[in-house]
C-alpha cells in the first residue's frame, strides 16, 4: 500500500542517495532549502513502510517547479511515481499557482502531458570539459557579489519572476563564486557551484545583453577553466546557446521544459537555467 507524506528534514539523506543514483549531483543542502522555502511542498513516497519515491516543488511567487521525481528501482511501474506528481499538482493548484514547470526526460513526457503538461520548449543541457593551461584565478572584468539585494532587484527586473526567497538562501551560500558584471549599475550576474559529481555547475545566468552574458562566461572559463563545466540554456534563447557554443561547451542530452497552466514568457534575458530542478 503506497502512502505519500510530506518531506521530513530526516528524509533528506535518502532523497539525495536516489539522486546519487541517478547521477545528477544534488547535495543535501539543495534539498534542505526546497523543504526552508516550502515545508509542504516535498513529498515522499512510503510503500510497505519504506520509503519508495521522491518528488520536490519550488515557488517563485504565483510560478513554481516540479523535479527531482525519483521511484526506487524496484517499486517503478506501480504508478508511485504518478501520485507523487497528483500530490505535488494538488499542493501547488491549492497555493494558486499560475504555472507549473517542469524539465522532463523523454521517458517521462507522456505521464507528464496525461497529467496536464504541455510541451514548451527544449531545455538543454551542455558540458565542458576541463582543460590544462594556465588560469587566470583573478579575472578583472568581473566582480564577486557585495551586495546581494542589487542582484534581487537585477533577476526581477529582467525575468518578471519573484525569485527573491530562492536567490536569498543561494546566494548566501554562493557568494565567493556568483560574478557579477557592470558599467555603472549591474548589467549581468552568473551564479557557479559545486556539484555532488565534481563538475562546477553554472547557472543561474542573466544578463542585459549577449555581449555580457559572454563577458561573464569568459571570466569563468578563464578562472575556472580546469574544471568540469556544465550549465543548461532554454533553447529559444539562441543568443545564449551561441554563448556556450562559443565558449567550448558541447551539448548534453536535453530535457523538454514543459508548462501546467499558464505559459509564461521570461526567458528573454536568462542566459542560464538554475538547474534542473528549480528551473
Ligand atoms: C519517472 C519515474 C519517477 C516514474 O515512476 P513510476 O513509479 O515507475 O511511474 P508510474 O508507475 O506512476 O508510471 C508512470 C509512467 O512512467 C513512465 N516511465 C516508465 N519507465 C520510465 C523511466 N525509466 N523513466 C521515465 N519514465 C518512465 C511510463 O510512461 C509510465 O507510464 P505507463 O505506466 O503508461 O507505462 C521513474 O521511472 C524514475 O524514477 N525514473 C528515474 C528518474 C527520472 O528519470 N525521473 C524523471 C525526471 S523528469
New binding site residues.
Given amino acids: 500500500m503506497v502512502t505519500i507524506k510530506q518531506m521530513e528534514k530526516s528524509d533528506i539523506a535518502y532523497a539525495k542517495s536516489l539522486t546519487d543514483i541517478?547521477g545528477w549531483g544534488h547535495l543535501e543542502e539543495d534539498f534542505e532549502r526546497f523543504l526552508s522555502l516550502d515545508p509542504a511542498g516535498c513529498y515522499v513516497a512510503w510503500y510497505d513502510g519504506e520509503r519508495a519515491?521522491i518528488v520536490t516543488s519550488v515557488s517563485y511567487g504565483d510560478r513554481a517547479f516540479l523535479?527531482n521525481?525519483?521511484?526506487r528501482?524496484d517499486?517503478?511501474?506501480?504508478?508511485?511515481?504518478?501520485?507523487?506528481m497528483e500530490e505535488a499538482i494538488g499542493h501547488l493548484d491549492r497555493r494558486r499557482m499560475k504555472t507549473i514547470e517542469?524539465?522532463?526526460?523523454f521517458?517521462?513526457v507522456?505521464?507528464y502531458r496525461l497529467l496536464g503538461f504541455k510541451d514548451k520548449y527544449l531545455s538543454l543541457r551542455f558540458a565542458r570539459q576541463a582543460s590544462e593551461g594556465s588560469f587566470n584565478k583573478e579575472p578583472n572584468s568581473v566582480e564577486c557579489v557585495q551586495d546581494i539585494e542589487e542582484i534581487l532587484s537585477f533577476d526581477r527586473q529582467k525575468t518578471g519572476i519573484d525569485r527573491k526567497d530562492f536567490l536569498m538562501d543561494l546566494l548566501n551560500g554562493q557568494a565567493d563564486t556568483t560574478y557579477i558584471s557592470r558599467q555603472r549599475d549591474i548589467c549581468g550576474y552568473v551564479v557557479t557551484r559545486e556539484r555532488e559529481t565534481g563538475v562546477l555547475h553554472i547557472g543561474p545566468m542573466v544578463a542585459g545583453d549577449a555581449s555580457t552574458a559572454s563577458d561573464l562566461m569568459t571570466a569563468i572559463c578563464a578562472k575556472h577553466g580546469d574544471r568540469n563545466l556544465t550549465i543548461g540554456v532554454p533553447c529559444i534563447h539562441t543568443a545564449a546557446v551561441s554563448v556556450v557554443m562559443k565558449h567550448g561547451f558541447l551539448h548534453r542530452p536535453p530535457?523538454l521544459r514543459m508548462f501546467r497552466g499558464s505559459r509564461m514568457e521570461y526567458e528573454r534575458n536568462v542566459y542560464a537555467i538554475v538547474s534542473?530542478d528549480a528551473g
Avoid at 75 to 84: E, F
Fill in positions: 541517478e519515491g523535479g521525481l525519483i521511484v528501482k517499486r517503478r511501474g506501480m504508478g508511485i511515481g504518478v501520485k507523487l517542469l524539465d522532463g526526460v521517458k517521462a507522456q505521464t530535457s534542473a
